[in-house]
């Protein structure tokens, strides 16, 4: 169900607890339920169903699906494609007309200029790509989370929510030890915290001008090797693969996001639905029942939250 996940603490205003009404959240997001892109606009985003249907019934169906008090949205991006190649074509094609016309070559500004009517002209024959995020709110935790590879992904979609709705603050989880001063204890210790195994991946990166990357994959961590690295050399970690209680399998990066996300395929597979629906409310209610557990269980291994100030 997620494959990343980046953990953000939900507060209300001035601090105090966030208690969000779901018939509210659905009726705020419909004003922003996603649009493909006009003629001559290069991005469009918006929410759609989390819950995947036919086209027709998609129109009418929730933004926001609850599922065992859990609620799961869909972040829609499209985007048009121009390839930079075809852009500059087509300016070197609109300069040389601009020198045919007045008898000298286009400045810088001009340039510029001539690149921002191209791209304007190009849009309408552009080609789209889409890409949707899953939100996941855990309102009783207090915690909300986008399934993205990347924190401009995540930052994206927490805009638009704190946009959408009124009174919601957002924060990056943060916890009283930094991932990267644990994650280096667990690799010289040779083992992850309580509940946690270390796996066979990490990456280490010196913190000298250098920038040295050393990445090991399907290897054991817990040698002399790996440990000098850490110790001797002063590398940090930057990503460490960890299990959790044998269940769920990820990897951790040094600013607290969880990736690579991957449920023990026997509690995956508990169960199998029947149709659609009961297969989205199963693969929900799996992956948040064992999530609701493990981010509380990480965050501890890390001496727990910062406070909201």
Known sequence: MFKNLVIYRATGANGV????????????????RFLPCGATQPVSSGWVPPRRGEPGRDAQAPLVES????????????????????????????????????????GKRQTKELKEEAVLALLPQAFTKQ?????????????????????????????????ALPGLSLRLLQTQTAPATAMAAWLVEGEGPAGFSVDRECELKS????????RYARHPLDTEEVRAHVQAAGKQPTRLALTWKGRVSFVLT????????????????????????EGFDADVAIATGELRQLIPDLVEALDGEQPVT
């Open 254 to 277: 040094d600013t607290l996001q969880v990736k690579k996300l991957s449920v023990d395929d026997g509690i995956a597979e508990h169960g199998k639905p029947r149709d659609a629906d």
């Open 67 to 106: 599922v065992g008090g859990q609620w799961v949205l869909r972040l829609m991006v499209e985007q048009k494609v121009l390839p930079g190649a075809v852009v500059k074509r087509r300016v070197e094609e609109l300069a040389r007309q601009a020198e045919a016309a007045t008898g000298r070559k286009p």
């Open 17 to 32: 607890p966030w208690e969000p009404d779901l018939t509210e959240v659905e009726t705020a997001l419909q004003a922003g």
């Open 207 to 214: 913190t000298d001008e250098m920038k040295s990357v050393v």
């Open 131 to 163: 890409a949707s995020s899953l939100v996941w709110i855990d309102p009783r935790a207090g915690l909300l989370m986008v399934d993205a590879g990347s924190a401009r992904r995540a930052e994206d979609a927490a805009s638009l929510l704190v946009q």
